[in-house]
């Protein structure tokens, strides 16, 4: 799994699926297509942790710091949208 892909896809996750699915070609992996183009559209950071499971296991610090980011962004935005609406 290539390293830039890793690293650029902690900040800008549908920035680089398209990228590297456009010029480079994306990890290896065994979701089917629809799947692979409705989680790249709505939730981009679990198809890539799937990219990483499937390529590197979940002993990856990879995996790990996805994650983590993953839910603090989860838990964040939920936050702000809280506040906004009220």
Known sequence: MNSVFLV??????R??????????????????????????????RVLIIIY???NLGVQSPWFWIHLVIAVLLYFWFGKKYRKATK
């Open 15 to 44: 920035i680089t699926l398209i990228i590297f699915w456009l010029f480079v070609g994306l990890p290896n992996n065994s979701v089917p297509f629809i799947a692979d183009l409705l989680l790249a559209i709505f939730l981009p």
């Open 52 to 54: 990483i499971v499937e």
């Open 8 to 13: 650029l896809s902690i900040f800008l996750p």
